[in-house]
C-alpha cells in the first residue's frame, strides 16, 4: 500500500535552531518527491522536487535530502525564523509516466519560538 | 504575474445543496488539480484536468466533479453535500508538461466550504 509517514507530528523549537523533520515512504513506483510549506489559512507553497538519482536539494535555509535506498526524506531547517512556523507536508508521487499518483504525508506542524 | 486564484474563499451551504468553486490558474499553465484538505485526512487529490480534459483522478464519489475551459480556468461541481465534504478545497496550476512531472505546483488560497 502506497503510504507516506511524517515526523515528527509537532515540534517546537526557539528561534535561531537548527531542526530536521523526516518523511518516511512506502511508495512505487517512485517518480519523485516534494516538500511543501503550508502557512496557517493558506495554500502550500513548494520548497524542493527531487527525483530519484537526487540525494540533496536546497532551498535558501531548507535543505531535502532523500535516500531512495531506504526510502526516506528529510528536511533539515537552518537558524530558523519565526517565519518558518507552519505546516510541512511531504508528497511522494508514484508513476512512471503522465501525471502520477500523489500520496500525501499528514505533514509536520511547527512552531518556532521567540 | 498574477497567481492562482480562488473564488469565493468562504463558503456555508446546508446538507443536500450543490456547490461550485472556481480557479483561475497562473497565465500560461494549462494543468490544474484539485484538493479537498481536512485536519484528520489531510491532503487528498480529486482530480486534474488538462486542456479541457480530465487527465487523473482520485479516489473520490461521483458527487464531485470538475471541468476546465478553453483558457485553463477551472470550476470544481460537488453536489448533494454531506456534512464530511467541510474542508479547505485547494486548486493548484502547473505548465503540465512535465513527461515525469516534475512540474511545479503552485497553490490558490483555497476555500473554505461549511457544510451545516
Known amino acids: 500500500k502506497n503510504q507516506v509517514e511524517q515526523s515528527p507530528q509537532s515540534l517546537i523549537i526557539l528561534e535561531g535552531k537548527n531542526c530536521t523533520l523526516q518523511?518516511?515512504?512506502?511508495?512505487?513506483?517512485?517518480?519523485?518527491l516534494r516538500w511543501y510549506k503550508q502557512d496557517t489559512g493558506r495554500g502550500p507553497v513548494s520548497l524542493t522536487i527531487m527525483t530519484f538519482s537526487e540525494n540533496t536539494k536546497s532551498n535558501g535555509r531548507y535543505t531535502a535530502t532523500l535516500d531512495a535506498d531506504t526510502k526516506q526524506s528529510s528536511l533539515h531547517i537552518t537558524a530558523s525564523q519565526l517565519s518558518d512556523s507552519a505546516s510541512y507536508i511531504c508528497v511522494v508521487s508514484a508513476g512512471n509516466t503522465g501525471f502520477q499518483k500523489l500520496v500525501f504525508g499528514t505533514g509536520t506542524r511547527l512552531l518556532v519560538s521567540p | 504575474k498574477a497567481g492562482v486564484t480562488q473564488t469565493p474563499r468562504y463558503l456555508i451551504k446546508t446538507r443536500g445543496q450543490q456547490v461550485t468553486l472556481s480557479c483561475s490558474p497562473i497565465s500560461g499553465h494549462r494543468s490544474v488539480s484539485w484538493y479537498q484538505q481536512t485536519p484528520g485526512q489531510g491532503l487528498q487529490f480529486l482530480f486534474e484536468?488538462?486542456?479541457?480534459?480530465?487527465?487523473n483522478k482520485g479516489n473520490f464519489p461521483g458527487r464531485f466533479s470538475g471541468r476546465q475551459f478553453s483558457n485553463s480556468r477551472s470550476e470544481m461541481n460537488v453536489s448533494t453535500l454531506e456534512l464530511g465534504d467541510s474542508a479547505l478545497y485547494l486548486c493548484?496550476?502547473?505548465?503540465?508538461?512535465?513527461?515525469?512531472?516534475?512540474?511545479?505546483?503552485?497553490f490558490g488560497p483555497g476555500t473554505r466550504l461549511t457544510v451545516l
Open positions: 484536468y488538462f486542456s479541457e480534459t480530465q487527465r
Open positions: 518523511c518516511n515512504y512506502t511508495v512505487s513506483p517512485f517518480s519523485n
Open positions: 493548484a496550476s502547473s505548465l503540465g508538461t512535465g513527461g515525469v512531472n516534475t512540474d511545479t505546483q503552485y
